[in-house]
């Protein structure tokens, strides 16, 4: 291998100057390039066609840290959008987000078009402040209050309710059929609290229907209150029974 021989430091300085000088000077002539219209003096139908043709092989690329610079160095010398991105090699979009974010989005206030006429440029609208929800699947849920749980009709869940208590009583009477409950009679006093508890419940539902004020049959009366009369006095002679025992 061939050793190579390092330039002295001026000599390396001498050489990087040269590069920025030529590269400044490129685009300068760019520059003059279109705002002269040397290429429809050359023939040819558009600025895009010209850079394509003459220096489509050759075209100097622009580093990204640079990009913004040269790009708002051609537009401030009144090259469209359109004639940057042909001169440069840079995409149509690319080139519109530099001249953006260069600090004046309509660049020069004026630019030649490619037929040689100098165009005011309209500065664009500024975007409505308008919010958009995000994309995220659960953001509406985490958002939106929960709905209140639809509530069924009152007599469709009294009556089921109704059911479930004359289950539930009826089973527990059921075992005290079973032949197992006299020998077992005393491991049930423990749940006494609870059902005393269900019988006070059924008491305050059966105030609250206000049964005298009901709209129905003399018959249906007696045999409510004849009803109610034998659950009270078999509670009572319970309570007396109870009272005695002490």
């Not at 895009?48 to 690329?61: A, H, I």
């Not at 090699?89 to 690319?94: A, E, P």
């Not at 209140?148 to 869940?157: I, M, W, Y």
Request: charged letters at 25%; proline letters at 7%; hydrophobic letters at 35%.
């Amino acid at each position: 291998m061939q050793d190579i021989e390092l330039p002295s430091h001026d000599q390396a300085r001498a050489l990087t100057d040269r590069i920025k000088i030529a590269v400044e000077g490129t685009w300068l002539l760019i520059q003059e390039a279109y705002t002269s219209r040397t290429w429809a003096v050359l023939g040819y139908s558009t600025w895009d066609v010209y850079c394509t043709e003459e220096f489509g092989t050759t075209r100097l690329r622009l580093p990204r840290e640079e990009r913004q610079e040269v790009v708002a160095s051609l537009r401030e010398s009144g090259l469209s959008v359109r004639a940057i991105a042909a001169a440069t090699g840079i995409g149509y979009g690319t080139v519109q987000r530099e001249v953006a974010s260069s600090g004046d989005p309509s660049g020069s206030p004026e630019i030649q078009g490619t037929d040689g006429k100098t165009y005011a440029v309209a500065r664009p609208e500024p975007e409505p402040n308008i919010w958009v929800q995000p994309a995220e699947p659960d953001f509406e849920r985490m958002v939106t209050p929960p709905a209140k749980p639809k509530r069924r009709p009152l007599p469709e869940a009294f009556a089921d309710a109704g059911r479930d208590l004359t289950r539930a009583a009826e089973k527990l009477a059921r075992l005290t059929e079973d032949d197992r409950f006299p020998k077992n009679r005393d491991t049930t006093h423990h749940q006494v609290p609870e059902l005393l508890g269900a019988l006070d419940h059924a008491t305050q539902l059966v105030q609250a229907m206000n049964l005298p004020a009901a709209q129905t049959t003399e018959e249906a009366r007696r045999w409510w209150a004849a009803s109610l009369h034998k659950i009270s006095d078999a509670l009572r002679d319970i309570a007396n029974s109870l009272n005695q025992e002490q």
